[in-house]
């Protein structure tokens, strides 16, 4: 999630491709930091998001028009009188900076040929877009910069730029083999930040890559490194340089299941099987992908956020009432040691004198010789029948916990789904038909709104999925899908997959005679192991049977079914693989 200068690298070579050459149609100020600039380029007319957010910086082609304020702030207005319809001469990178350089022609009043650069920063909270002439001088920026505000470097009208220099880094472009060994190696620090904090536009996760591919754990001290590591770790990370030079970049986002992790320029050997990568034609493709993938899940979310603690705390109240309840449930482990009590005082306490405290007899169930305690205040017969008292009391108490307990177990089941259908909503309607099941089960007060004043919503429907050899999979996301399409949706030939002994969704796979090939029950089972609560385990035990043999008992709450006969398989939680249909 780094936009570092391996991946300016390839946007620069990705806007000289389009724009090299084209001409500045419209400059738009939508946001205080933001320009959007449309130029007509080689391949037709394209629109330029420059984003110097502090929070996230970007630059990429955007399809998205945004609205811009009636009135055009100072900085868009100067843009517009001096380059608004510039022609892009050149796009630059100075070594390998999180710095983007636009070259610009344009004329002046008189009709001369003037030059000027826009100058896009990225870098964090200091980002910045900077307006400057041939000589270096700034016009203007979309953030001004005091002496008060930075002792590095004045960004303000009249005065020079330049790059800060501020941590001495090395150029990765240009850094030999002795240079490297001598001033990144003896560093005292783990090998992948001594590499990126002594190299410019090297990220942490690029960093990490260079350790991976030579065989290096990036958490081990540089300094452990002997002769022979350093030079391979040297040679590793000159041909990924190599591959910058030549401009040899392949776009990509590692996806863990649907949930985007990271993205780069080149690709990513550190991830393990559990990830997979999905390619891009384009940096900015890759980009707007990926964030609005980002935008998606965390709004998500926060939308969830309040369902989860509901959930979370029911979950806690009841598995805390669980193991009030085990522990009860062993107290009534001695209720048969009181029944024996009282038959071997029936049976031998016929001669006890007054006011003994105890007395040993012969336990005929064991066959071993046992001490009764007995209340000296108390006969024989009130000493036995207080000891059935307090078995036939025990007794009751077991009937009542086991039911309890019962109860309790399929409460704790019910909400652990609810959380795994939390865990795989994607979107509002999915949320919808969870906070529905949580109102009907009381976990949520029922708040009553008229018909007319409500909101249409899309109704949430499963997910859908194509196997390799053609047969249509349905996975439920909620209780309440997974009913629709167990006992509604589903015919009695076509298979039923489910993760063992956990929450899970229901996966259904069509077919019409009750036949599928090996390979449809393995991608089924992946599926059904994927979303379950076991989709971070290496494999997932799966149970499978055609749904004829799947029974909902009467009054059971939502998704929970009962089988006795069926085949298991080992799956791999995984959905690279697939696309939805």
Known sequence: MAFDGITIAAMVKELNTSLKGGRINKIAQPESDELLITVRGQDGQKRLLLSAS??????????????SPLTAPNF??????????????DITQPGMERVVQFHLEHLNELGDVCHKILIMELMGKHSNLIFCDDKGMILDSIKH???????????LPGREYFIPKTQNKLDPLTITEEEFIAGICPKPLPAAKAIYSSLTGISPVMAQEVCFRASIDGNDSMQSLNEAARTHLYHTFARIMDQVKEG???????????????????????????????SFDSVSQMLETYYASRDLITRIRQKSADLRRIVQTALERNRKKLMLQQKQMKDTEKKDKYKIYGELINTYGYGLEEGVKSFKALNYYTNEEITIPLDPQ??????????????????????????????TTEEIQHLESISNALDIAREESDLSQIKEELTEFGYIKKHYTSKKGAKMQTKSKPFHYISSDGYDIYVGKNNYQNDELTFKFASGNDWWFHAKKMPGSHVVVKTKDGTL???????AGSLAAYY????????????????????????????????YTNYSL????????????
């Open 54 to 67: 502090p929070s996230l910086p970007l630059l990429y082609f955007t399809s998205k028009n945004r609205i």
């Open 76 to 89: 868009c207005m100067l843009l517009r009188k001096h380059i608004g319809s510039a022609r892009i001469t």
């Open 145 to 155: 910069v005091s002496s008060n505000m930075s002792s590095v470097r004045e960004v």
């Open 248 to 278: 040899s970049f392949t776009p990509n986002i590692i996806f863990r299941g649907d949930e985007p992790v990271e993205y780069g320029v080149l690709d990513f050997q550190q991830y393990g099987p559990e990830y997979h990568s999905v």
């Open 378 to 407: 108390l006969t024989p017969q009130e000493n036995s029948k207080k000891y059935f008292d307090r078995y036939q009391k025990l007794k009751r108490t077991q009937e009542a916990l086991e039911e309890q307990i019962k109860e």
């Open 517 to 523: 090939p090996d390979r449809t029950f393995e991608e």
């Open 532 to 563: 379950s609560q076991g989709r971070t385990a290496p494999k997932v035990e799966i149970d499978y049977l055609q749904k004829k043999n799947v029974k909902k008992p009467a009054g059971a709450k939502p998704g929970f079914v009962v089988y």
């Open 570 to 581: 080992m799956a791999v939680p995984d959905i690279s693989s697939f696309s939805e249909a």
